[in-house]
């Protein structure tokens, strides 16, 4: 068997859905989990955790999900076991930056925590005011002095907050937490995520 996690666009209408169930399931697949990311202007964001038999399957699987009217598939990823529940992760991280000590220790589970809850490649915490990177972590993550100036015109308003690939998150102290996923969007669910683990820090 073969574990992917699918994420795809599709008409945000009834029986969309169940179109593409179908199509997963005629090549012997099942849908194992389903995670709305977004919605708006009669779309919807959805990530699918979907199993088949076989690897050599999956070009067989896009295939037909294509032919489904109105799909189209952003990203596929293959997934080692069972997907990990982001409510419980979310919670996990929730409580380990109420256990950590200073605002260094915050920053560091901060970024530790996020890059899993969202599939992020890297994260950094910014202090804005002093102009720094008090945390980081992840790979390919860009020059220190790169991040602080996107995190300043964020700060300031002469950058735009959410590129595609990038999101932020304000820290109640000034800091500003910039997350980075090069190869898929953040989309609105992991940004409403970022933002809210960023107040909790």
């Given at each position: 068997?073969?574990?992917y996690?699918l994420?795809?666009?599709?008409?945000?209408?009834?029986?969309?859905?169940?179109a593409?169930?179908?199509?997963?399931?005629?090549v012997?697949?099942?849908?194992?989990?389903?995670?709305?990311i977004?919605?708006?202007?009669?779309?919807?964001?959805?990530?699918?955790?979907?199993?088949?038999?076989?690897?050599?399957?999956?070009?067989?699987l896009?295939?037909?999900?294509?032919?489904?009217?109105?799909?189209?598939i952003?990203n596929?990823?293959p997934?080692?076991?069972?997907?990990?529940?982001?409510?419980?992760?979310?919670?996990?991280?929730?409580?380990?930056?109420?256990?950590?000590?200073?605002?260094?220790?915050?920053?560091?589970?901060?970024?530790?925590?996020l890059?899993?809850?969202?599939g992020?490649?890297?994260a950094?915490?910014?202090?804005?005011?002093?102009g720094?990177?008090?945390?980081?972590s992840?790979?390919?993550?860009?020059?220190?002095?790169?991040i602080?100036?996107?995190a300043?015109?964020?700060?300031?308003?002469?950058?735009?907050?959410?590129v595609?690939?990038?999101?932020?998150?304000?820290?109640?102290?000034?800091?500003?937490?910039?997350?980075?996923?090069?190869?898929?969007?953040?989309?609105?669910?992991?940004?409403?995520?970022?933002?809210?683990?960023?107040?909790?820090?």
């Amino acid at each position: 068997m073969a574990t992917y996690v699918l994420r795809i666009w599709l008409p945000d209408r009834p029986g969309g859905l169940g179109a593409v169930a179908s199509r997963v399931g005629a090549v012997g697949g099942d849908v194992i989990g389903i995670e709305i990311i977004e919605r708006g202007a009669g779309r919807a964001v959805d990530e699918l955790v979907v199993v088949i038999p076989e690897e050599k399957l999956l070009d067989l699987l896009l295939q037909e999900i294509n032919q489904v009217d109105g799909v189209d598939i952003e990203n596929v990823r293959p997934l080692d076991g069972l997907p990990a529940d982001t409510a419980v992760m979310s919670l996990d991280a929730a409580r380990d930056l109420q256990l950590a000590g200073t605002v260094a220790e915050r920053c560091g589970v901060l970024v530790d925590r996020l890059i899993p809850l969202v599939g992020a490649d890297w994260a950094a915490v910014v202090d804005v005011a002093d102009g720094h990177v008090i945390a980081s972590s992840g790979d390919g993550l860009p020059a220190h002095g790169w991040i602080v100036a996107f995190a300043s015109g964020v700060a300031t308003g002469s950058e735009p907050p959410d590129v595609p690939e990038l999101a932020t998150g304000a820290i109640a102290s000034g800091g500003l937490v910039v997350v980075g996923r090069p190869n898929a969007p953040l989309r609105g669910r992991e940004r409403d995520l970022i933002r809210a683990l960023s107040r909790l820090a």
